[in-house]
């Protein structure tokens, strides 16, 4: 397992960190004084491929804090909502105050929770933790309380068109050094499926323009979805971990039948077996199945998976830094769900930027109840947007040990790709009925 080691040569160009130096912010001295005063604030937006928002908060200190402003589809609503709303409240305030600035923006704006809202209250936060971290010289899981692990696993995405691909897939993300691998399938019948897109290694479902719209049969992926991991589990055996997302698709009957079908190839996890505003649904397909169950990237606050928690309804929370509010609140999240023996399973796909994988590293490490991290590599475009300290090295991931997160944004590279509007595709059924993508 490795520490902070640099990635073989055989490894893409994704995972090599860059000169740290150049990932821990303007500098890396203590300040003279404990109070850090912010003085302004700025949003970015670049597309390196694919939209991401960037928050730079600074100081007297002439520190600056990186923090994550991306929502897919709908970027510039929380650019407005940080330029109009937030970044005039938080200048001549004392960046230190982690805590209290979460709370000032979370229940200050008394219209609480929501999308837009979590991930503008996110972005602060990460910056402010990044600011910390920078002011004292230290990387964030130290403040966080120290490692709790060596690395944090991650899983890769292998998608085709049909089995045999897939299968392939898989292969290949085995000899990048995986141990976990989600597989998702074409599915006969259908022209399009959830996680079969364009590309491989830097897979991406987002597509510039309007929403596209694809065609989904439940009748026909549960037919076809057993049959995968059969194939899997006959080519690779037991000792790779596999996952699958069936995407918010199915009820909670069928969710409970594709579970036990699935029990012989003994999954990692099923993830979102459907959709979780109905926290109570899961109480169905717990009855029914031991297939672990994963849920929540779409979730914004504790509340979200409170009765999913308690009742003991899942066994790993997908939620994502960039959507649950930052590394503040989902500290919270994180510890209620240790009480439950729920673990951390952190949303990672594309639609988060390199910012957001560092703070989810940086918590990944530090958490006791750590579980799995989604890793969806950014292309080298990105990459030079977002210099990073943290590595990939025999399936694990380790955050680095700049200051801070270990991530910059250069603004010249940034400027050379501007905003291109996209979107997920909208999913209808057969007969045009508008469904869950």
């Given at each position: 397992?490795?520490s ?58 002439g ?15 929380v650019?407005?909502?940080?330029d ?5 409240c ?36 990460m ?49 990048r ?31 510039q ?15 076809h979805v ?7 589990r ?23 039948r ?20 109905n ?25 979200d ?21 930052g590394?503040?609140h ?10 439950y ?26 958490v006791?109840n ?25 399936g ?32 209808r059924?057969?007969?045009g ?5």
């Amino acid at each position: 397992m490795p520490s902070n080691a640099t990635p073989p040569d055989s490894t893409p160009p994704d995972d090599t960190p860059p000169d740290a130096t150049s990932a821990s912010g303007a500098s890396t001295s203590v300040p003279s004084t404990e109070r850090l005063t912010i003085t302004g604030a700025e949003v970015f937006v670049t597309c390196p491929g694919r939209n991401f928002v960037t928050l730079r908060i600074e100081t007297d200190e002439g520190l600056y804090g990186l923090g994550d402003a991306t929502l897919n589809g709908r970027e510039k609503a929380v650019v407005s909502y940080l330029d109009e709303h937030v970044i005039p409240c938080l200048v001549g305030r004392d960046a230190s105050r982690i805590e209290d600035l979460w709370y000032f923006l979370y229940r200050g704006a008394y219209w609480r929770r929501g999308p837009v809202t979590m991930t503008a209250v996110a972005a602060v936060d990460m910056a402010l933790w990044d600011l910390k971290g920078k002011a004292l010289g230290v990387p964030v899981y130290q403040l966080l309380g120290g490692a709790s692990r060596t690395g944090v696993m991650a899983y890769g995405h292998a998608s085709g068109e049909t089995v045999d691909e897939v299968v392939d897939e898989v292969g290949r993300y085995l000899d990048r050094g995986y141990r976990a691998v989600r597989a998702q399938s074409g599915v006969p019948g259908l022209p399009s499926t959830y996680g079969v897109g364009r590309g491989k290694l830097f897979y991406e479902p987002a597509e510039q323009g309007l929403p596209s719209e694809h065609v989904w049969s439940t009748s026909k992926y549960l037919d076809h979805v057993p049959t995968l991991f059969r194939r899997l589990r006959d080519t690779y055996g037991s000792d790779v971990h596999l996952l699958h997302d069936a995407h918010h698709r199915l009820t909670p009957i069928q969710a409970a039948r594709l579970g036990q079908e699935l029990e012989p190839h003994r999954l990692f996890w099923l993830e979102d077996a459907v959709p979780a505003e109905n926290q109570e649904s899961f109480r169905i397909i717990r009855q029914h199945t031991t297939t672990p169950l994963a849920v929540g990237e779409v979730f914004n606050t504790i509340y979200d998976a409170q009765t999913l928690v308690t009742e003991q309804l899942i066994d790993y929370l997908r939620t994502s830094l960039l959507r649950g509010g930052g590394i503040t609140h989902m500290r919270k999240v994180a510890a209620l769900a240790e009480l439950y023996n729920v673990k951390t399973g952190f949303h990672g796909a594309t639609d988060l930027s390199p910012i957001t994988m560092a703070a989810a590293l940086h918590f990944d490490l530090w958490v006791p109840n750590f579980g799995i991290q989604e890793y969806m590599r950014h292309t080298e475009a990105t990459k030079e947007v977002f210099p990073h300290a943290y590595s990939f090295d025999d399936g694990y991931l380790h955050p680095g040990d700049a200051p801070g997160l270990g991530v910059d944004y250069d603004v010249e590279k940034a400027a050379s790709y501007p905003y291109e509007r996209a979107y997920l595709p909208v999913n209808r059924l057969e007969d045009g009925t508008l469904f869950h993508w």
